[in-house]
């Protein structure tokens, strides 16, 4: 908790300026004993923050987040932030080691640092896939900080979801009487066992999609480059069950859902939807897959600006 009171904030000089304009910056602050790149974007610093957390893990989104923030940004202070060993903060340093437990701590610090900045008492807190199981874990432990959690195609979990896929590519393999895929096929089990097989389960599901493997998916070895770091994380976070960890949400949450989502399968989200206790939650439908930020950019901003955080604000 110490970093929070030493996160540059004697050299960051503009902060002390900040006063209902526009902003447009980014820097590295020190959290959890590394230097995490952030970018802020705003038309007005009276404005609600808005964390964004990436996908992934280790997926930067900042390179072409303009995309689908444009319009954000004219209602919030838009933070993206490059976890660790991802984009920006992986060219400044690496992390000795990852642990799941230590980007939780993360993605606390950056919260109350942003809060701290700002002046604020309260957040909205967006995650993306990967950073759905972080911003729905943060909500749950600490929701008074959460003006909104909302939930973008989020990994809600994991094993499940994979065991879906694996069904699936396995019963459309032996349709098509596919040997090359049924015998790669065969060879995989959930729980992942190797990095190895998180590629050919997400090579066979996006060709028996009709999808183009070679736009959809890296090649073989540079997805195992990204993924093998990682797979003690991914094996980890995607074993967590929030169906018996979370019962109640005491902040606002809201799911953004493709309809055509097959990498995080939306039939799970749903049922935990319907457990799920809080004072106030919806589910918004997008035509579209898992990646709704690039396909439906603009009607998911307009869905924060105008169904979520215009409800909430005016509160």
């Given at each position: ?194 990095p190895m097989d998180t590629w050919i389960l997400r090579k066979w599901m996006f060709t028996f999609h009709g999808e183009n493997v070679s736009r959809a998916l890296p090649p073989e070895k540079t ?93």
């Amino acid at each position: 908790m110490k970093s929070i009171l030493s996160l540059f904030l004697g050299i960051i000089c503009f902060a002390t300026a900040w006063s209902n304009q526009l902003i447009d910056t980014s820097y590295a602050v020190e959290i959890g004993g590394i230097k995490q790149w952030i970018s802020i974007k705003g038309q007005d610093t009276s404005k609600p923050v808005l964390l964004w957390l990436h996908g992934g893990p280790g997926a930067s989104e900042m390179g072409y987040s303009n995309k689908f923030s444009n319009r954000l940004q004219q209602h919030f202070i838009v933070v993206q932030w490059d976890q660790r060993e991802s984009g920006k903060t992986a060219e400044l340093n690496h992390s000795p080691e990852l642990s799941l437990r230590e980007i939780h701590q993360d993605v606390y610090d950056i919260v109350k640092y942003l809060l701290l900045q700002f002046h604020k008492e309260k957040l909205f807190l967006v995650g993306n896939s990967w950073g759905g199981y972080l911003a729905l874990h943060a909500a749950n432990q600490y929701p008074e900080l959460m003006q909104a959690c909302i939930l973008v195609s989020p990994m809600i979990f994991g094993n499940e979801s994979e065991q879906l896929s694996l069904e699936y590519v396995t019963e459309e393999a032996k349709k098509r009487k596919n040997n090359i895929a049924i015998e790669e096929i065969a060879s995989i089990k959930v729980p992942f066992e190797q990095p190895m097989d998180t590629w050919i389960l997400r090579k066979w599901m996006f060709t028996f999609h009709g999808e183009n493997v070679s736009r959809a998916l890296p090649p073989e070895k540079t997805f195992l480059d990204i993924v093998t770091p990682w797979f003690p994380i991914v094996k980890e976070f995607e074993s967590f069950n929030p169906f018996t960890e979370i019962q109640k949400i005491d902040c606002p949450i809201f799911f953004l859902l493709g309809k055509k989502d097959y990498i995080t399968h939306t039939e799970i989200t749903q049922k935990f939807y319907t457990q799920l206790k809080a004072q106030t939650k919806n589910i918004y439908w997008f035509d579209a897959g898992h990646m709704i930020t690039i396909e439906q950019s603009r009607k998911m901003q307009e869905t924060i600006i105008n169904q979520i955080g215009s409800a909430l604000i005016s509160k």
